[in-house]
């Protein structure tokens, strides 16, 4: 009867095996040698800055809150005048097939986008208008466009 076929590859393997069982044996009886890990050990603890250290924090820097004074949401805003929000401008360009078009703003020389579903009045080129400006995905965008 012939030998087994036992290649390099099937060698290796088994020293490779051999050794990680050897090396956890060796861990699990450092552990046992060594019983230094007790729960203490274990705890983070976060100081007053909000780092975290292994020392439980100094009683006496307790910073005590009153829990009705936490605000949760939205705070209720102030009422502040009214500031006109009106800008005044021309129609630079509109393309009435695909329904946008820019408006030239008359103090600059700022351009804003605006949208059809923006518009209050019917605008064409060169018209003289009256629009709000709101923060749209790529920049101002002109609101509530209205003819002068």
Do not use: C, W
């Amino acid at each position: 009867m012939g030998r087994p076929q036992q290649s390099f590859n099937k060698k290796e393997q088994e020293k490779l095996r051999a050794k990680k069982r050897k090396e956890k044996q060796e861990k699990k009886e450092a552990r046992k040698a060594n019983p230094k890990l007790s729960g203490e050990d274990l705890f983070v603890y976060v100081d007053e800055n909000g780092h975290l250290t292994n020392t439980p924090p100094d009683p006496s820097k307790k910073i005590v809150t009153d829990a009705e004074s936490i605000e949760i949401g939205i705070p209720k805003r102030e009422e502040t005048e009214e500031v006109d929000t009106e800008k005044k401008g021309i129609i630079d360009f509109y393309d009435t097939s695909k329904g946008f078009g820019f408006i030239k703003e008359i103090d600059s020389d700022n351009k804003f986008f605006f949208h059809v579903k923006g518009l209050l009045d019917e605008v064409k080129e060169g018209n003289k208008v009256t629009y709000e400006l709101e923060k749209g995905m790529k920049g101002m965008n002109a609101v509530r466009v209205k003819k002068i």
